[in-house]
């Protein structure tokens, strides 16, 4: 990260949460999303949840915690603080679908996406994500930066 990125990064910010595709003033989810079903649960716009979670990434290539236990049907609001000061990505899947996101990043490193189920955390910043565990069973997250999925950079989601 040169200084030159860190200067830049506030005036992005502001811009984005300005626009008006951008939502909920105060609330720093990425973007308003359609509604997304998935094997590992869901999201729709009006989702409120019935409990926050704080979740940590640090350059040393761990969330804490690295287990997440819910309530099948819960809705989560998850709270990611980046810690460290790189860039930090919190993606939830099943190991099938993150391990092939992570192949398909190295190939593209650029590659950017934006799901309901994904936040990317800028160095020093706090990102929420909204989601329902309706689908009971033992998922996944990780953070599919090149390098550090494989350095360990992950965790499993139980849901029962
Ligand atoms: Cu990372």
Redesign the pocket.
Known sequence: MTMKHTMIFPALLALVVSAPAFSHSGDKVEADYDPVETEFGNYEPDLHASRTLEVK?SDD?TFTPEVIRVKQGEVLKIVHHNKGK????FVLGTPETLAEHAELMKKFPNMEHAEPYMAHVQPGETMEMIWKFSKAGEFAFG?L?PG?FDAG?KGTVIVE
């Open positions: 990434m290539m790189l860039l930090h990505e953070c930066i550090h950079m």
